[in-house]
């Protein structure tokens, strides 16, 4: 059996965000021996970007991704405006912090600003998004930030995301940046894409071009609960990580493993310290 | 606008379940002057095939699909070949009523006798679908009853259908009957394809091949609450229904459009008068 290196387990910090702010989490990876980290932007708001940069500098972190950028589809040009400028400040974030990555979603249907769905254009929302990623490229390659499109499962093509696999992705970076190392590839989560029947080839294909930059893992639940908030500890669920995992090796990836777990009704409600060691048995016994 | 022909909808009976009994369902239909069905196997044994057949006959009423026939993965030769005969028994339900189609879906991954996942091999799930759809293809064809793949969402890929998108479907048929008029199609339901990239030209490709055997239709609600039992009435969501339906009469499709709506928290706790007229207009409406 090929286990996994464990100095390549990253965690991103929404897997302990209910139990501590960015900096507490920065001192429990450091604590328990984990060399990487992926924030979000909403914690590296809270402490400063400059500050959160330094205190993972200091912790001896990699910082495997920031997420996230994307959500470019809007009603008018005035939203598209909006959303780009935000994602600008996130690559300046992704800068500042050093980050492999910066995560990009595509964002889901045009929504109001109040949040409401006001089109059921798909394949507009589509074309929104690979303008969004074009543009936001030119900028994000003077800055030195890779972009990581991130497909997202089918179930959330209408809120968050309509680059829902990972063909969709391949095809948009040979649209937008055929090679990898000219700034776009993809981030790999198996949440979102452990069901295609294309998993094994696209990643193939996303290797052949260097477009893997990061490979995110949780494990899908039977039942699954809550379409947000109920993915699973590596193990728990029903997806071959280790198949996949060596799908990605094969495919040339070298990386980090970054675990991302949303769970509101069990791994949010445990000690962050548990979270961590169980993060780590993991990691290595069921990756 | 090209509005939807009001003789074409037909009402899966799960979309009336909690109301209704089979023969309440067959009686409403007639009274609300619809004049397609697609039952239940559950109802359907509960009033006994040979009566629900003759009720149906009675009533007039187009029987569009009866649900369903599946779930091919097990973990040993038994618990297949349990399967295949129950699947069997389904095809001669099928034939008794007199369904245009006996809806197939996939299963998911192989499960015990308690129901509990014990393999996480999805290509090979795969493999014991492509197998199970062979084999009860033979049956069904000797008994008149064309056979409809339904690929369901990714969201169900761990427990309930490994075929996933239009163009697995179209693959396995491809594989063991490429011409539509032999026995082998396709039943499209946008609650589990509207997402999907190439849902135009799967739908175009199926067409091609005579392999459209059923369209049902709902609606994708944002929030979506529950994976199973959330899906909104038409008109309610974010799916494009006029455009889809575009595309399956651009392929030839000119069957019936069948409601199938499972909604614990709204559509199970109206009238069930109330629902069908809803249904009656947002089919002309929204659909």
């Known amino acids: 059996m090929n286990f996994p290196d464990p100095g390549l387990l990253s965690i991103n910090t929404a897997t302990v965000r209910a139990q501590w702010t960015l900096p507490e989490a920065i001192s429990a990876l450091a604590r328990h021996g984990i060399r990487g980290i992926s924030p979000w932007r909403d914690q590296v708001a809270k402490s400063g970007a400059k500050t959160a940069a330094q205190q993972i500098r200091d912790a001896g972190l990699t910082v ?5 950028a ?23 974030e992704a800068a500042m912090l ?20 006001v089109s059921k254009d798909l394949a507009g929302a589509r074309e ?12 994000a390659r003077g800055a030195g930030v890779p972009l990581a499109i991130e497909p997202l499962h089918p179930m ?3 809120d968050r ?22 700034g776009l590839g993809i981030a790999v989560d198996v949440y979102h894409v452990w069901w295609d029947p294309h998993l094994k080839a ?41 198949l996949i995992r060596s799908w990605m090796e094969a495919a040339g990836y070298r990386g980090m493993h970054e675990v991302e777990i949303f769970s509101a009704n069990n791994w949010w409600k445990r ?17």
């Open 64 to 68: 495997t991704g920031l997420c996230r």
């Open 70 to 92: 994307g959500m470019f589809p809007a009603p008018d040009r005035n939203g598209r405006r909006a959303a780009l400028d935000d994602n600008r400040r996130a690559v300046d």
């Open 98 to 117: 050093g980050a492999q990555c910066l995560v990009v979603i595509g964002g889901g249907l045009p929504k109001d600003a109040r949040g409401a769905i």
């Open 128 to 139: 929104m998004v690979r303008d969004g990623i074009g543009e936001l490229l030119d900028y």
């Open 156 to 158: 959330y093509a209408a």
């Open 161 to 182: 995301a309509c680059v829902n696999t990972l063909a969709q992705a391949n095809d948009l970076c040979d649209e937008l940046a055929p090679n990898g190392r000219e």
């Open 202 to 242: 696209q990643i193939e294909r996303a290797g052949a071009h260097d477009r893997l930059y990061a490979y995110h893992i949780c494990d899908w639940l039977v039942p699954t609960v809550d379409l947000l908030n109920d993915r699973g500890m590596m193990g728990d669920g029903v997806i071959d990580l280790r």
């Open 271 to 287: 000690d962050g310290d548990e979270v961590l060691i169980t993060c780590k048995l993991r990691h290595e016994q069921a990756s």
